[in-house]
């Protein structure tokens, strides 16, 4: 990304007013930017925030480039990291090898521990794929026992060949609903809960009477925009194609990106064309349709939710249990005196 669309894009965001302002940055993978982008981008940030402006950072990383440098510059300017790490290596590696063959876990972890001894706030993002759905088991206990993570998030792997027939990597079906059960099995077991599993976490506090924080299951696909580096601005990070083009920021500021035609046309996609099975669904009020990614055409027209299978089993299975959850933290709010979170 040249400085001019860099200086444009933060200046615009920081424009908005509201507090904070999350710059997510990702790739591909950031890190090959270097970290003298990451420098700029800060001075800029400090040049553009109005006073007293929040501004906060996350970014997102294979690991593969992290050293020492990187790590002092995630501490030294509160960076929030995500780390990508599928389990134990048998199944991380199954996956996540470099354009010459060889495994990429050791390096993930030397990052992780790097990251650890600098004090950077990392969580760790799981792909859960065919290498890894039915060993829910072996990577929680690797991620949270062996490597002492405390915050997790796992996303299911579907991606789509151009015949759109799924890719021989991808979940087939009923494989996250049964990684889901499990997951939530061991994490509900937990004697003090001290792993926080978003998705978990996000269910826990919607179910309790809050908006829902999880992007897969809100209403409206309108949490955040994606800019690549020739300015162009796009309404997610699962659609980034010239189809979903909402404009320029070197032309347009975020919010007349975000009223554009096509922009509200993406927010309301789940309103206007969710998948017809999902208005009589008794977990409507919570899966929303899931992700549009995972949506695929439906014969006699319309659509599909491919995790829909997974999800209904979800649930059914555990619904009530994250309801006893919710309960019991909805009591403790009142017994603190607040009809809300702290």
Same mark, same amino acid.
């Given at each position: ?13 920081? !424009? ?28 800029? &940030?400090?040049?553009?925030? $109005? &006073? ?10 294979? /690991? ?22 599928? /389990? ?18 050791? !390096? ?47 996303? $299911? ?12 990597? !991808? ?47 809100? $209403? ?10 020739? /300015? *162009? ?13 909402? /404009? ?17 046309? %993406? ?6 064309? *969710? ?25 006699g027209g319309g659509f599909a939710q491919y995790l829909c299978s997974d999800m ?9 249990? %994250? ?18 979170? $702290?």
């Amino acid at each position: 990304m040249e400085e001019s669309t860099l200086a444009a894009m933060i200046r615009g965001f920081l !424009s908005e007013g509201a507090s904070p302002t999350v710059f997510a940055w990702q790739g591909g993978e950031p890190t090959l930017a270097g970290v003298e982008f990451y420098r700029h981008a800060l001075l800029l &940030q400090r040049r553009f925030a $109005p &006073q007293g402006h929040r501004v906060v950072n996350t970014f997102q990383t294979n /690991g593969l480039l992290i050293d020492r440098e990187w790590a002092d510059f995630f501490a030294e300017n509160n960076f929030l990291v995500g780390l990508s790490i599928d /389990g134990p290596a048998e199944h991380h590696d199954a996956m996540r090898r470099g354009a010459d063959g060889r495994p990429s876990h050791s !390096s993930a972890v030397e990052a992780w521990r790097l990251l650890q001894q600098r004090g950077v706030a990392v969580n760790i993002l799981a792909v859960v794929s065919r290498a890894n759905c039915d060993a829910a088991a072996d990577v929680y206990h690797y991620l949270t026992a062996e490597l002492g993570a405390d915050h997790l998030q796992f996303i $299911p792997c579907v991606e789509w060949e151009p015949d759109g027939d799924t890719t021989d990597f !991808s979940l087939r079906p009923g494989e996250y609903g049964r990684f889901l059960v499990a997951l939530f099995d061991l994490w509900a077991a937990e004697a003090q809960r001290q792993i926080s599993i978003k998705l978990f976490d996000d269910l826990v506090l919607f179910f309790a009477g809050k908006p829902m924080r999880d992007c897969m299951h809100r $209403p409206a696909c309108d949490s955040h925009l994606v800019v690549e580096r020739d /300015g *162009s601005v796009h309404p997610c990070d699962f659609f980034v194609g010239e189809e979903h083009v909402l /404009g320029s920021i070197l032309q347009h500021t975020p919010s007349e990106l975000r009223t554009t035609d096509r922009a509200l046309a %993406f927010q309301n996609r789940k309103a206007d064309h *969710s998948p017809a099975p999902c208005a009589d669904c008794r977990h409507f009020d919570v899966c929303r349709a899931g992700c549009c990614k995972f949506w695929r055409p439906a014969e006699g027209g319309g659509f599909a939710q491919y995790l829909c299978s997974d999800m209904l089993y979800f649930f059914d299975q555990r619904r009530k249990h %994250f309801e006893r959850m919710a309960a019991a933290i909805r009591a403790r709010w009142r017994q603190w005196g607040t009809a809300s979170a $702290p």
